[in-house]
């Protein structure tokens, strides 16, 4: 590799590297906000093991950061390049295209095994881990959920308001319970009460001390022209708030995309073993066939790099701007175009018969061959 070959493979990958950091940024913001920021401002969640989750969220978002970052990357360097009339100036001095895009090409094979390595082990391992620590570290402390002055919805058919807690003792206690249509059946207010952990059936227990319930009508609780009936308790029952809603058991159920290349091809040989009566043949071939889509996404996410380095050089010389927002927004349109052809594809995961695991190479297909003509146009001028 000569000097202009390192030139231009440094130029692009510094883009590339900047590029795949703040789209990684901006969805591991996202899925932070969305999965973590509510334990972390309601003290359910220490910020070190925040700072732990976060890291586990890497190779996740990276999964999907690589290709836009592979496209922006190429723009921003060859619009600037293109503008600054050094490309003019290489084909005056007789270096050909193909001479100019072949470090960008070997950036973008290695790229690609970059991101068959991130999609078949670095991110199922640390998704995997993430759901675990995400899961132990709130079941370390469950009473952490039981947040002071704060209606609490996250247990699915109650709303329980407390309004002081030391440790597992609560006083000014509040709970109401709803119907399927989200109605007032009972209403329970009492002095005081005490939240105990039951971690063979991941609950919390809850004990309350002169308790007053009042009961409303099942077939239609909003009907107050009839009295509810009410009764007073110098201690109640055991109630159970089920945890499982919330995180899940501590074995947490390994989806297919969080599997190594290893592990689905150990379930496909496993779909494949079945005998199955003739009545489920067709759920079936569709369970084969989510096992089959996952391993072609993972292997067409990381083809894209090398899809989107090949188009990225002929349109970057082609649009010849330094500005970076130009360049970003040609790639976000680009990137956006893939993933919604790759979205239609998924969706005939339920149709097996129109085999949507060979219909996932149309979208890469399409960008190779119009990075080709784009290529070959401007070869000729």
Known sequence: MNLLDRYIFKSVLGSCLAAVGMFAFVLMLGNAIRDLLGYVLAGQLPLTTFGELLLLLVPFVVSYALPMGMLTG??????????DSEITAMRAAGISMGRVARPVLILGILGMATGLYVNFEAMPRARLQYQRELSNAVRINPLRFIVPRTFIRDFPGFVIYVGEKQGPVLSDFWLWELDDQ???????????????????????????LRAQVEARDRVNPEDFSRPPLVG??????????????????STVRQKLKWMTYDQLQAEEARLAALTVPPEQAREHARDQMK?????????????????????????????????????????VALALGYYFLTVMVNWLDRHPEYRPDLLFWIPNLIFLALGLWLFGRLHKR
């Not at 207010?189 to 004990?207: H, I, K, M, V, W």
């Not at 894209?304 to 701007?321: E, H, T």
Request: proline share 1%; aromatic share 6%; net charge positive.
């Open 291 to 331: 096992v089959k889509l996952t391993i072609q996404e993972k292997f067409q996410n990381a083809l894209a790099m090398l899809s989107f380095a090949l188009i990225g050089v002929p349109l970057g010389i082609k649009v010849s701007r330094r500005e970076t927002s130009a360049n970003l927004g040609v790639a």
């Open 232 to 249: 007073t308790f110098e201690r109640t029952e055991q109630v159970r708030l089920s945890l499982d809603a919330l995180f899940g058991r």
């Open 182 to 208: 989200q109605r007032v059946e009972r209403l329970v207010r009492a002095e005081s009460g005490r939240f105990d952990y039951d971690e063979s059936n991941n609950a919390l227990l809850l004990t309350l």
């Open 74 to 83: 190429v723009l921003l360097t060859l619009g600037r390049l293109s503008a």
